[in-house]
């Protein structure tokens, strides 16, 4: 049974720092692409930044380029995104997807309908 399990939530200060985490379970990350998305409220749900399989090649949003990283530990089975000079504008609920059973190797897809599965989501709040 493919899981997803996102923390690392929570309430920061802008120009703070929050590392998100995403454990995966029900397959393995090796052949998968891993996304994270966000939704503030009132608006859709848009894509962060994905990570491909093989190679790590990574997409990001402009908006967060520069100051979010995306990462992977395929021995822990665990997604992570590093979020930095956090501002209000990124607080949203975050939520980690996976391209599963759909194989992405050497890049990823940033469209939401590219993910199957879907984590609950963790609260990101920026606010002083």
């Known amino acids: 049974q493919v899981q997803l399990v996102e923390s690392g939530g929570g309430l920061v200060q802008p120009g703070g720092s929050l590392r998100l985490s995403c454990a995966a379970s029900g397959f393995t990350l090796d052949y998968y692409a891993m996304g994270w998305f966000r939704q503030a409220p009132g608006k859709e749900r848009e894509v962060v930044s994905c990570i491909s399989s093989s190679d790590g090649i990574t997409y990001y949003t402009d908006s967060v380029k520069g100051r979010f990283t995306i990462s992977k530990d395929n021995a822990k089975n665990t997604v992570y995104l590093q979020m930095n000079s956090l501002k209000p504008e990124d607080t949203a609920v975050y939520y980690c997807?996976?391209?599963?059973?759909?194989?992405?190797?050497?890049?990823?897809?940033?469209?939401?309908?590219?993910?199957?599965?879907w984590g609950q989501g963790t609260q990101v709040a920026v606010s002083s």
């Open positions: 997807a996976t391209s599963h059973p759909r194989r992405w190797v050497i890049s990823c897809p940033s469209g939401r309908n590219e993910y199957n599965y």
